[in-house]
């Protein structure tokens, strides 16, 4: 079979098997799970499969696939990959048969809709990615909307009608205003070259005036900023992320949000590269801010989810930093950091849904000690942390140590030009990684240490199950840290074709 | 014209009065009542199978010159309309109807073929109130409570009052150039004086009246809520419908006038806002939908802006949809003690009483809403690239501005679908039987619409 082919079975896998599930008349409880966990594991062998056949410095997409889907708008079917997204399908096939385990304990009701809703959910991330074409994207991009917002609505905490409105009302303003733009383009194309277009590649080539590309970054931008979140856009992440199931946190934090900054590397920046130079500036404050911002309300928080979710608006942020900086360390480095915090955010995620199935409190106040009561979880949990913290051998410091080297790269000549923001916010930036280490070392410390107490009597550790989730996150957070090799020499032609989209010609080279 | 095309053009319209004197003869001749149902269906079905099969022959014809004519678009749209009609029928299997409800329905059907196919203004004023009247006794019709006669007063009196006003303005166009053809109003369009600008503007109101645009949309909350289901689905999809789809037949190739751009900038603009505003606040199912379809008629008047080639296309697709989903919606409320299915809270923890009917009621709220993939979607797409295609381009930003305020109303109505705990005492029971297999009927139309949409933006 050709790899081409293989893409396709990756990408339909998921929607057949929950297909196939919810038309299931009444099927057991353990038979919706077996088959969620083999559709789930067929999908990351296959997506393995294809990481190992991608080929490395070969410009342009592979395992290719562009059949008409309405042709008379110009609309095809065109999935593909390329550096850029290949890790992303990789990390979201990788955290599938995860989240299957973690929901065997986790979700006991209405268990045959949330695994048809979690492999509809598994369709429209994957394809949301492989996306070639700009009205395919924006289908994906809007239908992951709605198994999401069933997720938090029904299987949610006390307060999930709530968070699950906000999450849907944030981020369906935000398409409503992309979805205006990409009917621009589409016009754009249509009027410009005759033929109606929405290939990425024909909306790269589209030569747009400057004061129309800066509409349409806008919303784009908005679109994506609210996903990321980059502050002030963050506000609807923490109730969405608090109020989730477990599954619905380790999702949203290890793919969803990516899914913003990923929108920026492939469309928001190459598409408007005129409109991003000059945008450049605010997306660096905002980027350092978010760092800042997100580090700093993570520091005060009681309630353990909430640390995790603003961690990650600050972990975010350094992606957004390495993306402005326009050279190779930078760029690479955002790729790994959205795949490392995927990793690190969504492993913490699944450890505070095996101490919420056992204590039922996500109140810091209520725990300490648990390095006596949990000792495998502690361990688990104190490796996760350092991760997040960027502790050298772990993903955390391939990607930020990446992000930042190539944020003074950038930053350094144009301090000797006289321009000094991007030195300052740069060092703003290393803050954020001492920030880090505070807020994460005072949830270690207060969860694991000290006195031991827990709101139940008679804790179990973790089971094999738990502990087999876990040791698979740590492995592949080991894997990034001591081998990033393989990845970067996989990227690294996909960042030097968005280098060069982005970038004007006389600015090439720097920093490489 | 010979015999034979006479009878060959006007097919469709042959069979559903064939139809509808089959009733009345079987109704008057037997000594107890008989069920119309399966004359109904077979008489609707014949009538669509006529007009897409006239439609796929590519045939054209005038057999009444200058007064009825029959082209390709006005096929495709007698195809479209007693295609939406057909689960609207299946519908009325639930309520156990009387042949003068069926009368009455295939009427106003008829009242929509003839202003597809009108070519004079007296005509399409013909067609429009054979449309019309009937609506006013079917709201009336079946339910036993007084707010339906309220609400058949309501829509009477205001019904009249839009006849009243495109009688004026059919008389100021007949005054402004001196005739009373279709090619007269396009006339009047073009020209800038201010008798042909107010006659359009008079008839273009009347159109609105007739679907529920703001201001002249007072009554249709009003009468969607005093009809039977059926019949609210009738109106919001197949009268709607025919109205819009007589108006892009009125104005043809001609461009919008400058006095009616204003118009149709804003009164669909705040018909969208409004209608979805309103929506929110709603408690009954029913009026939610007529406040939803105040503000779609809102995107349907808004491809008047568009250039004239694409907007029928545009129209006709967005009604199949519109309807569609609609009647979908529709078919799968609950039923109940006389009332009780208009209130949304019977809608609460519908999931975990009857799945189906809420997986389908939520495909059919998140497809009204415009979120893929689900075929709203690339209705409201193809509605809004038009206008901006235009040169509308801020009106079309907000237009979809104005498209996100529903998109709430939507989302409440899943919520308490499937996140809301079910009343401890429910007397209301799902919808069974026929309505349901014609909910899975309009399913799969949605799904083939959703996932193949090419196909069927090919047929318009």
């Known amino acids: 079979m050709s790899d081409a082919i293989l893409l396709n079975v990756i990408l339909f896998l998921p929607v057949l098997g929950g297909a196939v599930l919810l038309a299931l008349p009444r099927p057991r409880d353990d038979l919706v799970r077996g088959l969620s966990m083999l559709v789930m594991i067929l999908q990351l062998v296959l997506a393995l499969w294809l990481y190992l056949q991608f080929e490395a410095r070969v410009p342009g997409l592979q395992f290719e696939t562009r059949v008409p889907w309405i042709a008379a708008w110009g609309v095809h079917y065109h999935v593909g990959m390329d550096g850029l997204n290949l890790l992303l399908v990789l990390l979201t096939a990788f955290l599938g048969p995860l989240v299957v385990a973690s929901a065997f304990s986790s979700i006991t009701r209405d268990v045959k809709l949330f695994h048809g809703l979690l492999l509809f959910l598994q369709f429209t991330m994957i394809g949301a990615f492989l996306a070639q074409d700009l009205f395919l994207f924006y289908v994906f991009w809007e239908a992951m909307l709605i198994p999401m917002f069933l997720m938090i609505g029904m299987w949610g905490g006390e307060r999930r009608i709530y968070a699950t409105l906000k999450f849907f009302l944030y981020?369906?303003?935000?398409?409503?205003?992309?979805?205006?733009?990409?009917?621009?383009?589409?016009?754009?194309?249509?009027?410009?070259?005759?033929?109606?277009?929405?290939?990425?590649?024909?909306?790269?080539?589209?030569?747009?005036?400057?004061?129309?590309?800066?509409?349409?970054?806008?919303?784009?931008?908005?679109?994506?900023?609210?996903?990321?979140p980059m502050m002030p856009l963050h506000t609807w992440l923490p109730d969405a992320h608090v109020e989730a199931p477990t599954v619905g946190s380790v999702i949203l934090a290890g793919v969803l949000l990516k899914m913003g900054t990923y929108g920026f590397v492939k469309l928001g920046f190459p598409l408007f590269p005129e409109a991003t130079q000059l945008a450049t500036p605010l997306i660096?404050?905002?980027?350092?801010?978010?760092?800042?911002?997100?580090?700093?309300?993570?520091?005060v928080q009681d309630d353990i989810k909430k640390i995790i979710a603003y961690s990650s608006v600050s972990h975010l942020g350094y992606v957004m930093l390495g993306l402005v900086s326009y050279n190779l360390l930078g760029i690479q480095g955002a790729i790994i950091q959205m795949v490392s915090h995927g990793l690190v955010a969504g492993g913490l995620f699944l450890m505070v849904g095996m101490l919420y199935e056992r204590c039922h409190s996500?109140?810091?106040?209520?725990?300490?000690?648990?390095?006596?009561?949990?000792?495998?979880?502690?361990?688990?949990?104190?490796?996760?942390?350092?991760?997040?913290?960027?502790?050298?051998?772990?993903?955390?410091?391939?990607?930020?140590?990446?992000?930042?080297?190539?944020?003074?790269?950038?930053?350094?000549?144009?301090?000797?030009?006289?321009?000094?923001?991007?030195?300052v916010l740069a060092s703003l930036?290393?803050?954020?990684?001492?920030?880090?280490?505070?807020?994460?070392?005072?949830?270690?410390?207060?969860?694991?240490?000290?006195?031991?107490?827990?709101?139940?009597?008679?804790?179990?550790?973790?089971?094999?199950?738990?502990?087999?989730?876990?040791?698979?996150?740590?492995?592949?957070?080991?894997?990034?840290?001591?081998?990033?090799?393989?990845?970067?020499?996989?990227?690294?032609?996909?960042a030097i074709e968005y280098q060069d989209r982005v970038l004007p010609a006389q600015k090439r080279g720097l920093g490489q | 014209m010979t015999p034979e095309g006479l009878l060959l053009a006007a097919l469709p319209e042959h069979l559903l009065l064939l139809g509808i004197l089959v009733i009345l003869v079987t109704d008057l001749l037997s000594d107890r009542p008989r069920d119309p149902f399966m004359t109904a269906l077979v008489t609707?079905?014949?009538?669509?199978?006529?007009?897409?099969?006239?439609?796929?022959?590519?045939?054209?014809?005038?057999?009444?010159?200058?007064?009825?004519?029959?082209?390709?678009?006005g096929l495709a749209a007698k195809a479209l309309l007693a295609g939406l009609t057909l689960p609207v029928l299946l519908l009325t299997r639930a309520e156990r109807l009387d042949s003068r409800f069926a009368m009455l329905l295939l009427a106003s059907l008829y009242g929509?073929?003839?202003?597809?196919?009108?070519?004079?203004?007296?005509?399409?004023?013909?067609?429009?109130?054979?449309?019309?009247?009937?609506?006013?006794?079917?709201?009336?019709?079946?339910?036993?409570r007084p707010e339906s006669a309220e609400a058949a007063m309501k829509y009477l009196v205001i019904g009249g009052v839009g006849t009243a006003v495109l009688l004026m303005g059919l008389s100021l166009t007949l005054g402004a150039t001196g005739g009373l053809a279709v090619g007269d109003f396009r006339t009047a369009l073009a020209a800038?004086?201010?008798?042909?600008?107010?006659?359009?503007?008079?008839?273009?109101?009347?159109?609105?009246?007739?679907?529920?645009?703001?201001?002249?949309?007072?009554?249709?909350?009003?009468?969607?809520?005093?009809?039977?289901?059926?019949?609210?689905?009738?109106?919001?999809?197949?009268?709607?419908?025919?109205?819009?789809?007589?108006?892009?037949?009125?104005?043809?190739?001609?461009?919008?006038?400058?006095?009616?751009?204003?118009?149709?900038?804003?009164?669909?603009?705040?018909?969208?806002?409004?209608?979805?505003l309103v929506a929110m606040r709603q408690q009954g199912f029913r009026r939610l939908v007529a406040y939803s379809s105040i503000a779609h008629a809102g995107y349907l008047f808004f491809a008047l802006l568009g250039a004239p080639e694409g907007r029928f296309e545009a129209m006709a697709f967005y009604v199949l949809v519109y309807g569609l989903t609609t009647t979908l919606a529709l078919a799968c409320l609950p039923t109940g003690p006389d009332g009780q299915r208009d209130r949304l809270e019977a809608l609460k923890g519908l999931y975990h009483r009857s799945p189906l009917a809420a997986i389908l009621i939520a495909i059919a709220m998140l497809s009204l809403a415009g979120i893929p993939p689900f075929p709203g979607f690339v209705a409201k797409f193809l509605i809004f690239s038009t206008v901006m295609e235009a040169g509308w381009v801020m009106v079309a930003v907000l237009g979809l501005v104005a498209s996100y305020l529903g998109i709430y109303l939507y989302l409440r109505v899943?919520?308490?679908?499937?996140?809301?705990?079910?009343?401890?005492?429910?007397?209301?029971?799902?919808?069974?039987?026929?309505?349901?297999?014609a909910a899975v009927l309009m399913l799969a139309a949605v799904l083939l619409i959703g996932v193949l949409p090419g196909l069927v933006l090919g047929w318009f």
């Open chain 2, 112 to 144: 929509a073929f003839l202003m597809m196919s009108a070519d004079s203004l007296l005509l399409l004023f013909f067609g429009l109130e054979i449309l019309s009247l009937p609506l006013y006794a079917l709201v009336v019709l079946g339910y036993q």
């Open chain 1, 171 to 228: 981020t369906a303003f935000g398409s409503i205003l992309m979805l205006a733009a990409v009917i621009y383009l589409g016009y754009f194309v249509l009027s410009s070259t005759g033929a109606p277009s929405f290939a990425f590649a024909d909306l790269y080539a589209l030569d747009l005036p400057v004061s129309t590309q800066t509409w349409l970054l806008a919303a784009f931008g908005l679109s994506f900023a609210i996903k990321v």
């Open chain 1, 429 to 494: 930036a290393v803050l954020g990684i001492v920030l880090g280490a505070l807020y994460m070392l005072r949830l270690a410390r207060r969860l694991l240490f000290g006195e031991a107490r827990a709101p139940v009597a008679g804790l179990r550790d973790l089971d094999r199950r738990e502990w087999s989730i876990l040791a698979l996150v740590v492995v592949a957070i080991f894997y990034i840290g001591l081998y990033p090799n393989d990845f970067l020499r996989k990227t690294e032609q996909a």
């Open chain 2, 414 to 437: 899943i919520q308490y679908l499937f996140m809301s705990p079910a009343p401890a005492r429910s007397e209301t029971v799902p919808a069974t039987g026929i309505a349901r297999t």
């Open chain 1, 362 to 423: 996500r109140d810091l106040a209520a725990y300490g000690g648990l390095a006596r009561l949990l000792p495998v979880y502690s361990v688990f949990f104190m490796i996760l942390t350092l991760a997040s913290i960027g502790l050298p051998t772990t993903s955390g410091f391939t990607g930020e140590f990446l992000v930042l080297l190539g944020a003074f790269h950038a930053a350094w000549p144009q301090f000797e030009q006289g321009v000094t923001y991007p030195l």
């Open chain 1, 284 to 299: 660096m404050t905002l980027a350092v801010v978010s760092i800042l911002y997100g580090a700093g309300l993570a520091l």
């Open chain 2, 44 to 73: 609707v079905l014949a009538a669509t199978g006529a007009a897409a099969w006239l439609y796929s022959t590519g045939h054209t014809g005038a057999p009444f010159p200058g007064h009825f004519s029959v082209d390709a678009e």
């Open chain 2, 192 to 276: 800038d004086d201010i008798l042909a600008q107010g006659a359009v503007v008079l008839v273009v109101a009347a159109f609105m009246l007739k679907a529920a645009i703001v201001p002249f949309h007072a009554w249709a909350p009003d009468a969607y809520e005093g009809a039977t289901v059926p019949v609210t689905a009738f109106m919001a999809t197949v009268v709607k419908g025919a109205v819009v789809l007589a108006l892009v037949r009125l104005f043809g190739a001609a461009p919008a006038g400058p006095a009616l751009v204003g118009v149709l900038v804003a009164l669909p603009l705040s018909s969208m806002a409004w209608g979805n």
